[in-house]
Each structure stands twice: as C-alpha cells, then as structure tokens.
C-alpha cells in the first residue's frame, strides 16, 4: 500500500480554474473521504490522482514516485466508478478477470485471485452472469471485485454509492469499510453525502470551489468546523446559525448579543476582533434543549414537529422570523403552534467571526 | 352505501373499468388514428405487391391489352434464362464486393472521427458530403476519373509511363469500378450510423479499459466492436438491401457491359418490363429480388431478436 501526496496542484480547463494549488498528504493505509458540494472539483481531484485528468500544475506522487507524466494504467491505482464502468458482454467472471488477463497474469493465478474476490465480497454465485441481469448492488460488488484483484497500491472511489437506493446505500457503506479493514488498503473516496463520510473516513477532506476547506478526523471537523461553510455541511439536521454582534470581550470569554434573544456569555480562547462587530452564532440541533418561554436563550413558536422515532425534530420560528431545528430525544410532547423556550450549554456553540472563521473555543 | 352495495358494484368497476359502449368507441379512436398510415402503406405497399405477384402469373404486356394467365411459367423461363442467372450473379457479386468494403470503410472512417471536436465534426460532414449527389452527379464524376483516355487515373498512369487502363470497358475492372463509386457514393450513412453508436459507448468504459491496462486492439476487439454489434448487423442488412437493388450506377457508367458483366438484376427487369415490354416477366424477376431482401430482413430481425433476449 502507498502513501499519496498532492504538492500545489491545479487544474485548469480553458480559463476556468477548477483546482487551486492544492496540496494533501494522504497516508498509507489511509481511509480519505473527498467530501464537497457538485462542482467542487472533489472527482476531478479524484481522476487526476488516477491518471485520467491531466495535471495542469503541481506535482502527484504515489509511494514517493512523481506521477505527473505517468499512464493511468502504470500508477498502480484502482478506481470503481459512479457508474459501475462494467464491460456490458462480458460476464462477472470475465470482467473481474480483464486486467489480470491483459497484464500476463498465468490462468491459475487469476482463477485464485477471482475466487477470493468474489467470496470477501458474496458474489461468488454470479460469476456466469451479465452486468444486465444484476441489481445495482450487485453491480457494485464486482466493480468492486474488479478493483480488488488488481492488488492496487492504492483504490480510489468515484461517488461509488450515488446509484443506489438508500437501505443498499447504508449496507454498502458498512462493506466498504469491512473491505477497507480487512485489506488494509489506501482508500480515496469521494461523495457528496456528509453522512458517508462521516461513516467511513479516518479523515476528511471537505471542499468548495476547488479548493480545501478544511481537512480532519469526522470528530475534528463536527467539533471544530473551520469556518462557516464546513459547520453547515456537516451534521444532519444541520447547524443553526442566527446572526449576532459582539457585546464584549474578556479573558476567555464573550459575550453575544443575539438578534432574536438574550444575550449570551460564550467560552473562547481568543477574540482578535472589534467590539460590535457582527458575528454569527452556530447552535447544532441536537445541543439546543426545550425550556419554558421564559428561561430560554431564545423563544420562539413550534411550527412543525417531525418525528422521527428516536429523535423529533422541532422547526421553531423565532421572533424575527428566523427559523431553527431542535433535535429532541425521543418523542417531544410539543405541539405545532407551541410557544417555548430554547437554551443550550455555552460550552456547546460555534461562533464565527464577520468573515465566516470559527473562533477557537474549547473542548466541550 | 352499504357494504352490500359497495360489494355488488366492485367487481363490475374491477373486471370492466369502462362501459362497454365507451371501450368500443376508444377502440375506433385507435383505428381512426392509424388509418392514414394503413392507407398509405396499403395503397402504396400491400397493393403493388400483390398486384405484381399477380402480374407474374401472367403473360403481360406493357402496351395493349394482351394479358394471358400463364401460372408460373414466367418462373420456369427464368429458371432456364442464362442472362437472368448471370445478372443475379453479377448483383451477388457486387452485393459481395460492395457491403464488407463499405462496412469496413465507414466504421474505420467512424472509428477516426466520431470524438465530439470541432475538426470531427467538419471531416464527419466532408465525408457525409459525397452521400448528398444525385446518381447522375456521381457516375459522372467517376466516369471522369476513370475514363481510360481522358480520365483522371489516365493521365496519372501515361505521367508514370504506364499504359492507361480503361476500367469501364475492362471486364474484369469494371465491377470494381462501379464498387469503388459506390463506396464513394453511399459510404455517408452508415459512416453516420457507427459514428452515433461510437458516441453512445461511455467514456467510463475507456477509463476502466486503460486501468485494466487494455492495448488498443483490445479495446477495439473486446470493448468497441461488441458495443456496437447491433449498429453493424443493422449497417449490413441496409446495405444488403440496398446494393441489391442496384440500378444506376451500371446502367449510366458501363451500360450492364463489358458483355453483360456488370447488368444488374433491377437493370434487367428495367429492361425486359420497359424496353422489351414484357412486364409479367420482369415482374417474375422483381419478386425473385423480393424474396432474396425479404429472407436478409428476416435475418436481421432474428438476430435483433436473439439480442433483445
């Protein structure tokens, strides 16, 4: 298995710049997950480290060897696609074996290499089959199988579970990353569902525009999202933001004037900013709790309950309008139309700057 | 409604959804609609079909009135007719010479300029541009070409000091001639059909081929060709169909010559329905050609068939 590393790499396509000198070091053995809206150049990255794109400027290695200049099929990589990519006449058999039988591979070697692969993935019964008479799932799995045979230095997935319904979805997910733990491979794997990402990873690298916004293990990125856009694309529901001004500063601390509510005494660590400067208070659902209209932070007007089971949702209109997600345990007992009372502990909520920077607080 | 009512009016709502009245009107609807196209097809296909099978059957003239039911012996004469065989022959032979070549050429031509780029594009349409001539336009043009004193080839061969050769009046390059001017002539369409069944292949499919470390030929063998196997029985059986009927080219270039080795089996029904007058026979002719295009269609439709399943 190898280690990648991506030094200053563009990409342009005519004049559009689609990546913006970007540099990542993807460690051996390593779990990574591309994660970012369409259009952030996340699967352009992904094509360019396999070869299918060309570098506009910067440099690839793979196991320290420079790639640049390298064919996709000398880079050692695999790549399972969107789309599967599987060779529609040829038989499961037939397509998981294609490049062994195209490197030279001798025909024993490739029976054991195929055998093993169709059984680590449960497709053992399908060899004789066509792409045509499989469900997506399946699919899936031998273009998986077809991945795994080549004994790649590293695998690289396309947004490999965007064309399956939600329940093969969650049970491809727990696949993978079996798959990732038992081959103890170099893993890249791009997707624009945070929840993915959040499931497989050890790191993630969330993307806008091109570029890198923030890279970290699931738990960094939830607990200390960079800046505005990172706190809002990770978590379900996701967090809520309400505008703010800052009322003061001291040692560790400030305090938040909310628009809609009381203001607030928050745990940072520094605050290099001006007093009353706007700045944007960031609550995630879940750290926000039910009081009585009158001791919360906030108060507001229940305008929909959504229940879910484990969790309700509640969507509260505070008095100016705004609206915010409540994530209650197990089942509320408000109603729509409900007045009540939010609050949430200090230590629990993001703020951002005037730009959009995540003030350092601590640990919660 | 009681629940007795409810169920005595279900199973009338489930078995017949409709009043009967209603059902047969929405079925006229459907007649009504597809007439146009049944009339058409019945006035200008069905009917001359069996009008020249039944013509066939007879003794038949072109001008007068004398029209003689002869059975099948239009059918025993063609058996024994040595210029019907040599011109079914000479159709075979073109029809053999013609399809592979330009099945050949178009998807070479295709495999060269299908990429969705401005300069494919442009040649695409050059090579399309020949298909849009009219027989005339293009057996003059060729006739230009090869004309064995003044033609093009002419002067190139007397340029190299070599003796001219005078390909139309040659009996063994004359069929060649006309399969070049064919090729020339007619390469635009299935040229257009492998180039959209080229485009409709992903791109995925190359990528996952590069990875799988495919050499061209391999991808060509193993990726492309299977990809596009319909389009080529479909190219194939068009241009069987197609080729059997040809007509112009011989007939403008060659005159059916030298000594009939390049009269076409339509050239001769031409000849015996409209300058020999005997339109039951060339009618005899004419279903013998039907029936050979009726088997290839036939054909295709099986493999299609075999395909879909």
């Known amino acids: 298995m190898a280690d990648i590393r991506l030094s200053r790499v563009s990409k342009r396509y005519g004049s559009a710049l689609v990546i913006e000198e970007l540099s990542l070091d993807i460690k051996s053995r390593e779990f990574v997950v591309f994660l970012g809206p369409s259009g952030c150049g996340k699967s352009t990255l992904l094509r360019m480290i396999a070869g299918l794109e060309d570098i506009s400027a910067g440099e690839i290695s793979i196991a320290g060897e420079v790639v640049n200049e390298v064919p996709a099929r000398h880079r050692g990589v695999s790549m399972v696609f969107q789309n599967y990519a599987l060779y529609p006449h040829m038989s499961v058999y037939d397509n998981i074996s294609f490049g062994l039988r195209n490197t030279g591979v001798p025909r024993d070697e490739i029976r054991r290499r195929v055998t093993e692969a169709t059984r680590i993935l449960r497709i053992g019964e399908l060899l004789d089959r066509k792409p045509r008479d499989m469900s997506g799932g399946q699919r899936q799995r031998v273009a998986i199988g077809r991945a795994i045979v080549r004994q790649p230095r590293a695998f690289l997935f396309d947004e490999p579970l965007s064309n399956l319904d939600a329940e093969l979805r969650v049970q491809m997910r727990a696949e993978i990353a079996r798959l990732h733990h038992s081959l103890n491979a170099t893993m890249v794997f791009v997707t624009h569902d945070q929840v993915e990402a959040m499931t497989m990873a050890d790191r993630i690298v969330v993307m806008r525009s091109g570029r890198i916004e923030q890279v970290g293990t699931p738990i960094e990125l939830y607990r200390h999202p960079r800046n505005l856009f990172v706190a809002g694309f990770l978590g379900s529901p996701k967090m809520n933001f309400l505008p703010a001004t800052v009322g003061g500063s001291g040692a560790g601390s400030l305090s938040l004037e909310i628009g809609a509510g009381r203001p607030v005494e928050l745990a940072v660590d520094t605050y290099p900013g001006e007093i009353g400067s706007a700045a944007t208070l960031g609550l995630r659902p879940e750290h926000l709790h039910l009081t009585s209209p009158e001791d919360g932070v906030l108060a507001g007007k229940v305008e929909l309950v959504e229940k879910l089971g484990s969790t309700t949702h509640l969507h509260v209109a505070l008095a100016d309008d705004r609206l915010v997600i409540v994530e209650v345990s197990g089942e509320s007992e408000a109603r729509v139309d409900d007045l009540v009372g939010l609050d949430f502990q200090p230590a629990s909520a993001h703020v951002f700057d005037a730009d959009g920077n995540a003030l350092p607080r601590p640990e919660p | ?309």
Not at chain 2, 171 to 186: E, I, Q, R
Not at chain 2, 195 to 220: C, F, G, K, M, N
Not at chain 2, 232 to 258: C, D, K
Request: with cysteine.
């Open chain 2, 1 to 309: 409604m009681t629940t007795q009512e409810l169920s005595g009016a279900l199973p009338e709502a489930t078995t017949s959804g409709r009043p009967a009245w209603f059902r047969r009107s929405d079925a006229w609807q459907g007649y009504l609609f597809i007439a146009p196209f049944l009339l058409v097809y019945c006035v200008f296909l069905v009917y001359p079909l069996f009008k020249g099978f039944w013509i066939s059957l007879h003794d038949w003239e072109l001008v007068g009135t004398y029209r003689e039911f002869i059975g099948f012996l239009n059918y025993e004469d063609l058996w024994y007719d040595s210029l019907f065989w040599k011109s079914l022959w000479n159709t075979i032979r073109f029809v053999a010479l013609t399809v592979p070549s330009m099945t050949l050429l178009a998807m070479l031509l295709a495999l060269a300029v299908s990429k969705r780029t401005r300069t494919h594009a442009v040649l695409r349409a050059v090579f399309f541009g020949s298909s849009v001539f009219s027989v005339s336009v293009v057996t003059f043009i060729w006739q230009m070409m090869l004309n064995g004193e003044r033609g093009m080839l002419a002067h190139i061969f007397e340029a190299l000091g070599l003796v001219p050769i005078d390909y139309l009046r040659d009996s063994f390059w004359a069929m060649p001639s006309l399969v070049v001017t064919t090729l020339w002539w007619g390469v635009g369409l299935p040229l257009a059909l492998f180039v959209a069944a080229l485009q409709q292949i992903p791109e995925e499919l190359y990528e996952a081929a590069e990875l799988d470390h495919a050499s061209r030929w391999t991808v060509l063998w193993r990726i492309t060709l299977p990809s596009i196997r319909r389009t080529i029985v479909l190219v194939l059986v068009l241009q069987i169909v197609a080729h059997f009927q040809i007509f112009g080219q011989p007939l403008l270039m060659t005159r059916g010559g030298p000594a009939d080795s390049t009269r076409s089996l339509v050239q001769l029904i031409y000849d015996t329905g409209f300058r020999d007058w005997q339109i039951g026979y060339a009618a005899s002719m004419a279903m013998v050609l039907f029936a050979i295009m009726l088997v290839v269609s036939m054909i295709q439709l099986f493999l299609g068939r075999e395909e879909r399943s």
